[in-house]
């Protein structure tokens, strides 16, 4: 059944419907988390996002984000507050540190399927929800550790509320609670990514509505309380944070936001194609079934006098897929989780074009392939991931856990390694060694200009935790016992290593318990003499 053909079974009793979105609810959650306990291992990346909630659990100050003791303010809370909250209940597991991805995928899969089913019947609704599960980068991006899949969610789920509202509005039906949802979820969007959470459903209703020409639905949509529900979940964490800090509103919205968009001196420089190449690429081959998207005749129930809901939805999806390219093609710097929002939009698309084409037994069983080895495909990633562990550093961390007392410090050299505090389970910040003086430190989007910037904001943290090389030496010669992290081919630059006790190496990294008792340099310091004693 496709979206002109709306399923009888749309008119059925609230009780059928919400057994069944009950249903498809446990389904959806229960594929994304079973698929994640696939992959156990995080790779350090994940580490910056997990271990920042971590440190919400373990410092009990739930409202500014923290790395190694920072204020960390590149993203807003959403994702800490979620995953955290997973990690103080099911403690320091991989699929906690992942809850929040996992919340996303769950959220924009039932907005979708939700809306699919009361706008295209419920055949409809299931089918494109099967292709959405098997898209890899919904697969893959649901159990990840970053906020893209998080804010993904919320803006789908956004931009489909505000569109039931639209619909509904047009229709004469009521419509205030659908347009209250949609500002409310745009609210989370703006505490889970900033200002995406707002932008890209409002430059997606916009585009929609203009094209259709429904500026009385546009007018509609404006609603002063729907803005008070917006600010009333929005804005109570940014004027915290402003109180706290007086330069925050500026380096959250201006240097993260607008010169991340608008300026180079961010990593990953892509060409202007490369989210369409990306997107059509891990379509691949459900992709061959939409040639009809180039037919005038495909879109002719989306505007003009032919126009019906069923096309303005249709019409809706391919808006919502256009603006999310357009928004994020523009910016030098891309990743690839920067496209999520658009993945379930193009599912639906997806999804209406098998149902007009795979009309026959053969063409139905080609399709099942086609959208089936979209799966397989993620399903391998997740293997290899799997199978390949040696991006991970969790038996050094763990080594780290178990050895280690707990006032003993931990030394980073050179390097911030994201992931190890959360497997040492460390209750307190690391003191992380480079040169923090040269203004290289802030030419670079990386971990070094991440602490760096994260250091202005409590200088009195910054100058303890923050060390240059000459002072690393001193630092060691005070605690009877310190522990060292490095890329093995930094031992020359300090060689004070070659007396400490290298405990194990991982992936070119060595942990070293150094006993200042044992070093020649601290002989003449007070813990020198009295250390080993």
């Not at 089918?127 to 649901?142: A, M, S």
């Not at 020409?213 to 929005?234: D, E, M």
């Not at 030496?473 to 310190?482: E, N, Q, S, T």
Request: one cysteine or more; aromatic letters at 12%.
């Amino acid at each position: 059944m496709s979206c002109h053909e709306q399923s009888a079974g749309q008119g059925a009793g609230h009780g059928g419907a919400w057994r069944d979105a009950l249903a498809t609810l446990a389904l959806v959650a229960a594929w994304l988390a079973a698929t994640a306990w696939l992959r156990p291992l995080m790779v350090p990346d994940e580490g910056r996002y997990a271990g920042v909630a971590w440190e919400m659990v373990r410092s009990g100050d739930w409202l500014t984000p923290t790395l190694n003791g920072l204020p960390f303010f590149h993203k807003p809370p959403l994702f800490y507050w979620l995953s955290g909250a997973a990690l103080s209940l099911f403690g320091l597991v991989e699929i906690a540190g992942r809850a929040a991805s996992l919340c996303g995928a769950t959220l924009g899969s039932m907005a979708l399927y939700l809306f699919t089913r009361h706008w295209c019947g419920q055949a409809a609704a299931r089918r494109t929800l099967w292709v959405l599960l098997l898209q890899p980068l919904l697969f893959i991006g649901g159990q990840f550790a970053n906020l893209d899949m998080l804010v993904a969610g919320c803006i789908t789920a956004t931009v489909l509320a505000l569109a039931h509202a639209a619909l509904r509005f047009e229709q004469g039906q009521p419509h205030r609670r659908a347009l209250w949802l949609g500002y409310a979820l745009a609210g989370l969007g703006v505490l889970a990514k900033g200002l995406i959470g707002f932008v890209i459903p409002a430059l997606t209703l916009g585009l929609w509505l203009l094209l259709r020409w429904r500026w009385r639905t546009l007018w509609a949509l404006l609603s002063l309380p729907g803005a008070g529900i917006f600010l009333l979940v929005a804005a109570p964490w940014y004027v915290a944070m402003q109180m706290r800090f007086d330069d925050f509103l500026h380096y959250f919205f201006v240097v993260q936001h607008f010169q991340r968009f608008s300026v180079g001196g961010f990593n990953n420089v892509m060409p202007v194609w490369f989210y369409p190449a990306v997107l059509a690429l891990l379509s691949l081959p459900s992709l061959v079934w939409c040639p009809h998207l180039l037919d005038r005749g495909y879109w002719a129930e989306a505007v003009g006098a032919r126009a019906t809901p069923q096309g303005a939805v249709r019409l809706l999806m391919l808006v919502a897929v256009g603006s999310v390219l357009l928004f994020f093609s523009i910016p030098k710097s891309k990743l690839v989780g920067y496209v999520l929002p658009a993945v379930a939009p193009l599912a639906w698309l997806l999804a209406d074009a098998s149902q007009r084409l795979a009309t026959t037994p053969g063409r139905r069983r080609a399709w099942a392939a086609s959208v089936a080895s979209g799966g397989l495909l993620a399903l391998a990633v997740v293997g290899w991931l799997t199978l390949h562990q040696d991006y991970s550093l969790r038996s050094l961390g763990q080594t780290l856990g178990a050895e280690r007392q707990a006032d003993e410090p931990v030394y980073m050299l050179e390097e911030y390694f994201y992931d190890v505090p959360f497997y040492a389970r460390l209750r307190a910040p690391v003191h992380v060694v480079d040169d923090w003086g040269t203004p290289a430190v802030k030419q670079r989007d990386n971990w070094r200009k991440e602490i760096a910037d994260a250091g202005e904001f409590d200088p009195a943290a910054a100058q303890r935790l923050l060390l240059r090389p000459e002072a690393l030496l001193p630092a060691l010669c005070v605690a009877p016992v310190g522990w060292v992290l490095a890329e093995q081919y930094l031992a020359p630059r300090y060689p004070f290593l070659a007396q400490a006790e290298a405990v194990r190496t991982v992936h070119e990294i060595t942990l070293w318990r150094v006993r200042s008792a044992q070093l020649t340099a601290c002989a003449e310091t007070p813990n020198g003499g009295s250390a080993g004693k």
